[in-house]
């Protein structure tokens, strides 16, 4: 079947632009994640959903950023004035539920010039 | 101190050889600990999850010891193939998952 897809795979925008990265998880898989990795290091945990609700947002690292997930299937995280230190690899994640194994998509590259 | 921590290596072994690494975590509430593997440019895969009992995979030994918080990963017999990035990830007692930074390996020749 098909695995979790990520769009854009590639994003470059200038600084103080709004961004928007689209993920879709496998399908039936309850729990989302997101997280942004960047050269050198492991991914950095910003958000996770359960269903339709932020369980857990923590990781969002100012209110720039923000995601949502209306359906409880797609999640779209958007990226308001975009810094240049925003740029890193963005990556979803899904598991069937809450503590399961993670499935990851392939991310996005974003480039904030 | 970090939530996870790894030794970033690079670790260089040759092939045939075993090699080790260990991964430490601060949250002693953690209850879900995870080996994944990350290629070059590549999304992270899970490679093993580890259970408090120990578990093995083929060449693969996860071992987790909660009173000195660590856990660790056993390769036998590496293969060239096992050139990658391995990533400790832990909870934090809920379901938020950190990722340590990872350790590199590259097997030769």
């Known amino acids: 079947g098909a695995g979790v897809s990520q769009t854009p795979s590639n994003k470059v925008t200038e600084k103080g632009k709004y961004v928007e990265l689209r993920c879709d998880p496998i399908?039936?898989?309850?729990?989302l994640y997101w997280y942004r990795q960047s050269l050198g290091q492991g991914p950095e945990f910003l958000i996770y959903?359960?269903?339709?609700?932020?369980?857990?947002d923590s990781g969002l690292p100012n209110d720039r950023f923000f995601a949502v997930r209306p359906e409880g299937s797609v999640s779209t995280l958007k990226i308001q004035r975009t810094e240049r230190g925003d740029s890193a690899v963005y990556l979803c994640?899904?598991?069937?539920?809450?503590?399961?194994?993670?499935?990851f998509g392939p991310g996005t590259r974003l480039t904030v010039l | 101190r970090k939530e996870v921590e790894q030794d970033p290596g690079p670790f260089n072994v040759p092939e045939g050889a075993t090699v080790a690494f260990n991964c430490t975590y601060s949250?002693?509430?953690?209850?879900?600990f995870f080996w994944y593997r990350q290629d070059c440019r590549k999304e992270p895969k899970l490679l093993m999850s580890?259970?408090?009992s120990g578990n093995e995979d083929g060449r693969f030994t996860a071992q987790l010891n909660r009173a000195s918080q660590y856990i660790s990963l056993l390769i036998r017999d590496s293969k060239l193939s096992d050139s990658a990035t391995y990533l400790c990830?832990?909870?934090?007692?809920?379901?938020?998952?950190?990722f340590g930074a990872g350790t590199r390996l590259f097997v030769k020749a």
């Open positions: 580890v259970y408090s």
């Open positions: 959903f359960q269903g339709t609700g932020a369980a857990d």
């Open positions: 994640a899904s598991s069937l539920t809450i503590g399961n194994e993670q499935f």
């Open positions: 399908s039936g898989h309850t729990a």
């Open positions: 949250n002693s509430a953690s209850q879900s």
């Open positions: 990830v832990v909870d934090t007692g809920g379901f938020k998952t950190i």
